[in-house]
């Protein structure tokens, strides 16, 4: 029986995907629910896998080309084909060879599915498939991999430098999809919103001191790490029920409060920068938003976020300090109204009661839309974060 593959539902207001790559080629056998291609929309990249085992028939949307939900993307021959492709090559070798045709050459066996991480790595060094030993399952290449291929690699002797064109040193490489959605959204939301930044800077001495004392303990209660994240997660829930228009957007002449945050980390990846959301982040506790983090973090990193777990965010925490920033301007994530920026943990000196010490400061900023949240209301929510964070115990108490 022979069973249409089709672009499956994309998720809330996407309809439309890039063909990326093909695992399988017409006449490889195939297994039930193994990987047959992948799909790149605007946000994520989504797999397309076997119904049943059988054989790859025709593919009618090649690699590159967009797809609309439900197109057709090939066929695949149900039942005992798929068993019957791996025995041909013994029962060929029994007939006599002139009483048959010349025997059609099998398939070349196809790559199995390497991380889009590991992909971008070997596209970034210049190496081919073959020349990196894959020890993901089924011999699937991890970024470690490639990694790994890189430093057992010989130094190259460097040759006498010839003189070569510009363009014979440049390369021209097509922009993803999601890198392309990117670019547009974050003009659109310099061009939509009255964006402005406030910054401030807070005293990390209680965060650090609180989680060095308890981060073992919690770590063996919890099964999970104890991070900054989940305290700037929590100052941000507490500062948003005092000042709601930061958690709020702009529907047409409309204001929409949310009375709720669902809080958006923003991830770089390989691919680019994407924002899982933490649904009702202000109803959880400690350890509850850091294994969340940890979790959606480790999907982000290996291009599993499904669309569902970037939608619906009404706030963004963006933290530049684990590359090393001191200080910088995030950009809105239409259609929230705010998004705050953390930053390098830094010793500079500081006057306490008279006297000059050194203090782990960070920088904190807050951008904003001015349509809907004023200067005092946006310095508020910043100060109400930094005061939370300076004295956690104000966390407790609901101050």
Request: aromatic content about 2%; hydrophobic content about 45%.
């Given at each position: 029986m022979t069973i249409e593959i089709r672009v499956p539902t994309l998720g809330e207001s996407v309809t439309e995907a890039t063909v990326a790559t093909w695992f399988k080629a017409p006449g490889d056998a195939?297994?039930?629910?193994?990987?047959?291609?992948?799909?790149?929309?605007?946000?994520?990249?989504?797999?397309?896998?076997?119904?049943a085992a059988g054989t790859m028939g025709e593919i009618t949307a090649p690699e590159g080309e967009t797809?609309?939900?439900?197109?057709?993307?090939?066929?695949?021959?149900?039942?005992?084909?798929?068993?019957?492709?791996?025995?041909?090559?013994a029962a060929a070798e029994?007939?006599?060879?002139?009483?048959?045709?010349?025997?059609?050459?099998?398939?070349?066996?196809?790559?199995?599915?390497?991380?889009?991480?590991?992909?971008?790595?070997?596209?970034?060094?210049?190496?081919?498939?073959?020349?990196?030993?894959?020890?993901?399952?089924?011999?699937?290449?991890?970024?470690?991999?490639?990694?790994?291929?890189?430093?057992?690699?010989?130094?190259?002797?460097?040759?006498?430098?010839?003189?070569?064109?510009?363009?014979?040193?440049?390369?021209?490489?097509?922009?993803?999809?999601?890198?392309?959605?990117?670019?547009?959204?974050?003009?659109?939301?310099?061009n939509t919103a009255a964006m402005l930044t406030t910054y401030n800077e807070v005293d990390m001495t209680e965060v650090m001191a609180l989680r060095s004392q308890y981060k073992d303990e919690f770590e063996k209660k919890h099964g999970v790490r104890l991070g900054f994240m989940s305290f700037f997660t929590k100052a941000c829930c507490h500062a948003l029920k005092e000042v709601p228009e930061v958690n709020a957007e702009i529907d047409g002449t409309d204001i929409v409060y949310k009375n709720y945050v669902n809080m958006g980390v923003a991830a770089g990846t390989p691919t680019g920068l994407v924002v899982p959301v933490i649904n009702d982040a202000d109803s959880l506790s400690f350890a509850e938003i850091e294994k969340a983090i940890a979790e959606k973090g480790r999907k982000a990193r290996d291009g599993k976020l499904s669309m569902a777990e970037m939608q619906g965010g009404t706030f963004t925490i963006s933290n530049g300090g684990v590359y090393g920033s001191l200080m910088s301007s995030p950009i809105l994530n239409p259609p929230q109204s705010g998004i705050l920026g953390?930053?390098?943990?830094?010793?500079?000196?500081?006057?306490?009661?008279?006297?000059?010490?050194?203090?782990?400061?960070?920088?904190?900023?807050?951008?904003?839309?001015?349509?809907?949240?004023?200067?005092?209301?946006?310095?508020?929510?910043l100060v109400r974060v930094k005061e939370a964070l300076e004295d956690p115990r104000r966390l407790l108490m609901d101050l």
């Open positions: 195939v297994a039930a629910d193994e990987m047959l291609c992948e799909l790149e929309t605007d946000k994520v990249t989504v797999e397309v896998r076997s119904p797809v609309g939900v439900d197109a057709l993307l090939g066929t695949l021959t149900e039942g005992a084909g798929g068993a019957a492709a791996a025995p041909a090559p029994k007939a006599p060879a002139a009483a048959a045709p010349a025997p059609t050459a099998a398939p070349a066996a196809r790559d199995p599915e390497d991380a889009p991480s590991a992909k971008k790595a070997m596209a970034e060094a210049g190496l081919s498939r073959d020349a990196v030993q894959g020890t993901g399952r089924d011999g699937r290449v991890m970024k470690e991999d490639v990694q790994a291929a890189l430093a057992s690699a010989p130094a190259a002797v460097p040759a006498a430098a010839a003189p070569v064109s510009q363009a014979a040193r440049e390369e021209r490489v097509k922009m993803t999809r999601l890198r392309q959605t990117i670019a547009k959204r974050l003009k659109d939301s310099q953390m930053h390098k943990i830094q010793q500079r000196p500081m006057v306490i009661n008279g006297e000059i010490v050194a203090r782990p400061m960070m920088y904190l900023a807050l951008s904003y839309d001015h349509r809907i949240v004023d200067g005092k209301g946006a310095v508020t929510f």
